[in-house]
């Protein structure tokens, strides 16, 4: 019981030192897919969003469409829908679901391939048989192509307001509807004088709003908020304590005030309709130029029924990133689904819930936060089952504690006799300021104790760089891809793109260099100088770069590139890996294996197709020399195991990395006229050797256990100096503290082994009359025949238990053995006649015959001696005795 908690003792102050850790909303490794982008269009089928077109990293207009569900099932699903023929390419577009969910319309947009004056466009995709179709449009006059504007399903009719010409020309303040029942696209002009030239701003339809003016009768309302108003000023951000709010039964116009906690003002926001009937909304921005441009996280929440406003200021969990042009959608019935958006040219693509119960406002870090009870604090029948538990824990020590008393004063008493140990004659207050500077000295070491036990958890790591010296070194893997240079027809037109390679010594390597296949993945450059063609090398282990002279491969390998010349603006974007982490192994099914995860290819392609990578690429121009050097590595993380803090034999991660070095010179303008290539790539090894990083914590237990004895024995030394050295006990802790058998066991050894009537040397007085403390030298004489063999006895005990447990008798020994070894000069006498010698034993033998209780057990030669060495017994029993002298 004792040892087991101490382990659980140390687990519990490392746990309250360990700090605590927050995370975002875990998407799972499914939805690394999701792109970068803003700006795209968002509707709720069936409880999935369904996304569309938008703005990434290298395209402004995109028509891809994705489908995002699952959110809350553990592991979101990210999933692209199939177009059987192909939408428009479109940015801030805005859309609206059926009321089967069956079919999508979407509006407007901007989009290089339309002129900005034409009709607002109008797409539907079947959700049926993936397809689009252009429907037909009715009425009078229809409005304006346009982005930025709001666009609102309330029952079958789509409101359009506001917006912005998508060539940035004009600004719009027409209202406008349009009947999708009749399946004829009716257009109705709703525009009323006085509406303000409105964009960026948000329209959200509410269930129903309680009105004194309409009675008890339930309407359906549209309330526009935020955005950016113009007039012959100029531009403005809208006031957030004004909201327009359209009657789609009346068809009428009412400006609300709104009060309370009034957000601040912003444009490109989000909103939503909460399931109360409120309406929250998300996000924007100030409108300001992009270089002075400011984003908002903030959540605000207007309630229709007294029109005000709260602003969400104190929550849990972690709030998104700032932003504008993000999707917002009401999810589960119960959050608002923050996803993508921008802030200037940051682009994200993660997955935001926000707890729409403004008495619990939660940012999800997870699923589980969801399924978890929305209560902040602990229900009654909590606090009374914890209540009642500590009673029953009271209880049940108050019994233990009467229970075993005797047991518990036993060990208070012994524990008292442990720590108060006064010398004789030693006053009081000697012991007292012993013991007071011992309590001292031991707090003060338990708090280094605890300082070095947090100094060992929240130890930061250290890499070593460790070099062996090698004669060959491996090469890694390169990835070529040509940038803006077009493929032809035939294989042996020499405008095609294709790389070549060899050595210094003449070794042709182009067996390792393969084509990738483009349609499986395209990587993706910001640049965008046209069609993109990749080749990878590839060798297997035995291709190796030597710095020495002789048979081999060689030292540098030496890449050429070749493709048409006539191209000015190409590029050749190149890229490294160690062979044991080259992703195109797996992403284009290449033979080998890779130490690549799911995740990591996820969050590789992530890079990719945002062209974020920026570690071992390169870039090279046309008609140019280039230079690499490169240095593989072998670094050993650390792994987050708690046999770690021990400080040896670590448990660690070997990954490959690559180090390298580039140098490229400046075109030369006359490469063309001396060369068939496009350029040339050098790439050699750094050094020839065999590097590894090796991570290593700065503090670990084993040498703060060094620190800690330093201490220690800095702590006994200054008591010692202080207040004297005290004798230390043979015994130890198993010793002292043994119980039962074991405690009997050791009592009957030293019964059994030191046998004695003469009383027990420095716990016995020597005499009766020594009882006392204060004893007088010169008390009366007892005349005890048998004195002089008590006092042996006395001494022989006490020499015995000495060399038993208090001093090492080596020097004795060696002296017993000097004294045998030493030769009797000839025609001496020896110093003991040896009839004396004999006879004094043979008298002290009938002596000790005489007494029941005789010492000769003493002399005995036992086999189980309590020295170890047989030397020590052996010489201790061929002693022979010599009686004393009589005067």
Known sequence: MRSSSLPLLFAMMVAWLLPAAHAYFDTGADTDKLPFIDGMVSVNRNGSIIYYGGENATNPYTNQMYSLSNILGGAPTWTTIPQTNQGPAVLYAQAVISATGQSMLLFGGSNPMVASNVTLNTYQYSFVNNAWTQPNTTGTTRPQNRMMFSATLVGSKAYIYGGVATDNSAFFND???????????????????????????????????????????????????????????????????TAYVFNTVTNQWTVQKTSGQVPSTRAD???????????????????????????????????????????????KGVEPSLRSFASAQLYNNQYMLITFGSAGNIKYNDINLFNLDLNNPQWLDSSADADGDSSSGLSTGVIVGVAVACAVVVAILLFVIWKFQRYIRFLVTRIHADIWKPRVGEPIWAETTRLTSQVILLFILVLLLVFIIRQVVE??????????????????????????????????????????????????????????????????????????????????????????????????????????????????????????????????????TTMLSTEDLANWLNDERSDLQVSNIYDF???????????????????????????????????????????????????????????????????????VYKETKI???????????????????????????????????????????MKKSLLQGLQSNFKTDAGIPLVHPVHKRFSKTDFAPY??????????????????????LFKAYYVDDEVFRSLDNATKAEITPRGQVPRYATNEKLTGLVAAQDHDSKRDNSFRHMFRQSSGSLNSDSNSQRGLNNVPLHDMPSN
């Open 269 to 315: 926001h989000s909103a939503i309709a909460t399931p109360d009937g409120k309406i929250a909304i998300f996000g924007g921005d100030n409108n300001q130029p992009i270089w002075s441009r400011q984003y908002i996280a903030q959540v605000a929440v207007l309630d229709p029924s007294t029109w005000s406003w709260t602003t969400v200021s104190t929550f």
């Open 459 to 592: 130890s930061p790591n250290v890499t070593q760089t460790i070099n062996y010296p090698a004669a060959a070194v491996d090469v890694p893997d390169i990835r070529f891809c040509f940038d803006g240079y077009n493929s032809y027809p035939s294989a042996m037109d020499p405008r095609n793109p294709r790389v070549s390679c060899t050595t210094e010594v003449g070794v042709n390597c182009n067996s390792y260099i393969q084509p990738l296949n483009m349609t499986v993945h395209t990587p993706v450059f910001s640049d965008q100088l046209g069609a993109v063609e990749c080749f990878l090398f590839r060798a297997d282990d035995s291709f190796q770069m030597s710095g020495s002279s002789g048979n081999n491969n060689g030292s540098h390998m030496v890449f050429n590139f070749y493709g048409d010349k006539a191209v000015e603006f190409g590029r050749v974007h190149v890229s490294l890996w160690p062979k044991e982490m080259d992703p195109n192994v797996n992403i284009y099914n290449l033979p080998g």
């Open 621 to 691: 121009a046309p008609f140019t020399y280039n230079t690499l050097q490169y240095q593989l590595i072998n670094h050993q993380y650390l792994q987050p195991a708690g046999w770690n803090f021990v400080g040896f034999l670590p448990i660690t991660n070997s990954t490959p990395e690559i180090d390298t070095n580039f140098r490229q010179e400046s075109a030369n303008p006359n490469y063309n006229l001396t060369h068939l290539d496009l350029g040339t790539f050098i790439v050699t090894p750094t050094a020839y050797q065999q590097t």
């Open 699 to 741: 503090y670990s237990l084993v040498n703060a256990l060094g620190f800690v004895g330093g201490v220690i024995g800095i702590t006994f030394g200054l008591q010692t100096w202080l207040f004297g050295y005290r004798p230390r006990s043979p015994w130890g802790v198993v010793h002292r503290w043994s119980v039962g058998d």
């Open 175 to 241: 209202f406008w509807s349009v009947d999708l029942a009749s399946g004829q696209y009716l257009w109705t002009n709703l525009t009323t004088a006085g509406l303000p030239y409105r964009y960026g701003h948000t329209a959200t339809a509410l269930p129903y709003v309680s009105s004194k003016r309409f009675g008890r009768k339930k309407i359906l309302n549209i309330v526009f908020i935020g955005g950016v108003t113009m007039s012959s000023s100029g531009a403005a951000l809208a006031d957030m304590s």
């Open 779 to 800: 008390s009366p004489y007892d005349a005890d025949p048998d004195r002089i063999s008590k006092v042996e006895e006395r001494m022989q005990i006490l020499e015995t």
